[in-house]
């Protein structure tokens, strides 16, 4: 590189000696501005040198080269650098630096660095000079991608070959969606680590799994049909539906909430609740917690429908609870970005149980579920529940050590959308008393469940997922051990 300076000499040379560089023509994909560049050049003619070396290897200029032999230029102009044949291609990629790259091109230059300018596992670099330069090489150029673009980068790369083996060509497909602009690098990631995680399930968990014990009953089958449960047998009812068009709860293309418009799904999902109306006890309270969705730049009103729908079925409606969120979701609608979500609160008769006395146990100095527990008055819940502050402990459905303990199990839990554990104690302290049947149409993995069993309740829940009934056991096998021995 000392031999590049500013009074480097220009040198026209016959295009058709030169030799093209083999590392950068398969790393750097043809721009898409090509033609315009050939067209400038076909007027006034080359005006960046090539970078050669002095056996007219190109360091930099393959592209160039390409549009003057597409024009019969006869000759080039070139500058010579000595370099030598092992720094050839670090010398081409660093010219490169500053055009603009697409992923798939920054993948192969990283690549590129991490097989020819690794140190190697246990070389100590400040006895071997050339060893400390190549790692210095190694973290400026990384450094100039960025770690967290490199580390993305080579996970997704790793996964593609983990699910589809060497040579895929499926890594192409995902890093172009990136380009266009239909992804995202981070959501690219996401989708690959849920598939390589159904490809690990496929061998741990079985078409069809149910949990029963004295205080659990865990059925594998949809709640359409409640036919295990007698009538007016369960007093209390905490769930929260699939949400509408959001997510894919891994359970086949025809699943709740996959419905083409919010009204075609509340006219899936009210259903479900006819069922619930014949188990639930006439004193007993049934909780819905359910989302809205943005589509074509306005909420489709789902909560809203589901609330007529229900009370154009009988059911009595008595409350509404907000879930305020410390981590809504970012939506690019010109309104507001909305943290929260209601939970609506049905009874059957008028007549339903609802007990106060709970709140005269709990300390809630800042009143962040209740009111009037702190002066001569009755404490009562209050609807707006807030838990940005942390009120009761427990921030938002945090599954980290429920993952955990799946993979101990050998199998991988894919399941993220849950609800904080306070949500349900509130309700099931308020509705149910020690020993009565708690229930959730919608188990998921357990959060219901969880709270039930700490409650001293009894838990019956409904989920499709065989995956997740699996995970409800992990959740509340140490949870009824408990309950049993005391």
Known sequence: MDDFNENTQVVMVATAELKVNQTTASMYKVPSNYDEIKQNIAEIGLLNPLLVTPS????????RYNIALELNIEKVPVVFLNVEEQEMDLVSISTNQFREKSNLEILREIEFYEQYYSVGKGRRTDLCPQAAQAKEEKEQALGQIGRYRVNTLKSIKKKCIELYGEGNTKIDKLLSSVESGKSSLNKVNELLERESNKKKNQDNVPDSYEF?????DIYNKSSIDLSELEDGSVQTVVTSPPYFDMRDYGIGKDQ???QETAKAFIDELVPYFNEVNRVMKD????FVNINDRIKDGQYQMVPEMFLIEMGKRGWRYVDKYLWLKPNPQYTPNKGSVRNFEPIFHFVKSKDFYFDKEWLKKVEDIESGISIGTLEAKEPKLVSGLDFRENILKHNVGNTYELRKKCREEGFHMEHSATFPLSLPS???LSTSRPGDTVLDIFSGTS????????????YVGYELNPQFVMASEVRLREHHNLQKAA
């Open 426 to 428: 509130i309700f099931i």
């Open 212 to 216: 029963h014990t004295e205080s659990v």
């Open 56 to 63: 007219l290897s190109i360091i930099s200029g393959n592209l």
């Open 447 to 458: 959060t219901t469940g969880e709270v039930a069993l700490l409650n001293n309740r009894r």
């Open 256 to 258: 709740l909430g996959h």
């Open 283 to 286: 004193e007993g309270s049934l």
